[in-house]
């Protein structure tokens, strides 16, 4: 199982960015579906979260600002990113939930990381 996320890069402060996370190698079903942050010399935070019927919860310091999608067809995750701040800097990770009911199963994978970093 893989997570492909991109989408990371330079931006000014106020600007946007869109990422995005696929999940690839496996027939499993998905269920929650997250993006992490973790700036430096941080612990690693939740961002937001969208289960798979669509509901979503973010962190205070975002709400109003991103927003968490999701295409089930295409097992992929978004993040739109708006009127990011200085302190939005981190390095990005999206994580997922699956589910095998053949076996059945249940495990995270996560993303590799995609940096954002955003400037005054």
């Known amino acids: 199982v893989q997570l492909q996320a991109s989408g990371g890069g330079l931006v000014q402060a106020g600007g946007s960015l869109r990422l995005s996370c696929t999940a690839s190698?496996?027939?499993?079903?998905?269920?929650?579906m997250e993006w992490y942050r973790q700036a430096p010399g941080k612990q690693r935070d939740l961002v937001a979260t969208?289960?798979?019927?669509?509901?979503?919860n973010y962190a205070n310091s975002v709400k109003g600002r991103f927003t968490i999608s999701r295409d089930n067809a295409k097992k992929t995750v978004y993040l739109q990113m708006n009127n990011l701040r200085p302190e939005d800097t981190a390095v990005y990770y999206c994580s997922a939930d699956f589910i095998d009911y053949t076996k059945p199963e249940v495990w995270r994978s996560w993303g590799q990381g995609t940096r954002v970093t955003v400037s005054n």
């Open positions: 190698g496996t027939s499993a079903s998905i269920d929650n």
């Open positions: 969208v289960t798979s019927g669509g509901s979503t």
